[in-house]
């Protein structure tokens, strides 16, 4: 799977609110080990990773995340730009998530940043 398909596949699984059809998801994208980190959570494998999600269909039930750019890379870290957008249509929340791509394909670090950067 190419960087493009993992990082679509990731969002998918932020957006499955099934965790029956959201595990198949985490264990095509997510390194053994993975961490994501955003400024809620700090959690580590792929069985962490679902709790937050579930945890974030539980408080906003029919919520998504939309990648909202293209996928920039280098070596193997990567950055792209998402939305929260919440089941009305809202968007409440925009960021930027960068991360490292481990030797085989799957994510291995996500760092989830929310809003725009703090003026200078």
């Not at 985490?26 to 980190?37: L, Q, S």
């Not at 408080?59 to 750019?69: H, M, N, V």
Request: charged share 25%; with cysteine.
């Amino acid at each position: 799977m190419g960087t493009l398909e993992t990082v679509k596949t990731y969002i998918a699984a932020w957006n499955e609110p099934d965790a029956a059809k959201r595990k198949p998801l985490i264990d095509a994208c997510w390194g053994d080990e993975g961490r994501y980190c955003d400024p809620q959570a700090d959690v580590t494998g792929r069985a962490a990773l679902d709790a937050t999600i579930a945890a974030m269909h539980a408080q906003a039930p029919g919520a998504t995340i939309d990648l909202i750019s293209g996928i920039d890379q280098h070596h193997d870290q990567i950055r792209f730009a998402w939305a929260f957008r919440t089941a009305d249509g809202n968007v409440p929340i925009r960021g930027i998530d960068v991360g490292e791509v481990a030797p085989d394909g799957r994510l291995a670090r996500i760092v989830g940043f929310w809003g725009e950067p703090p003026a200078a």
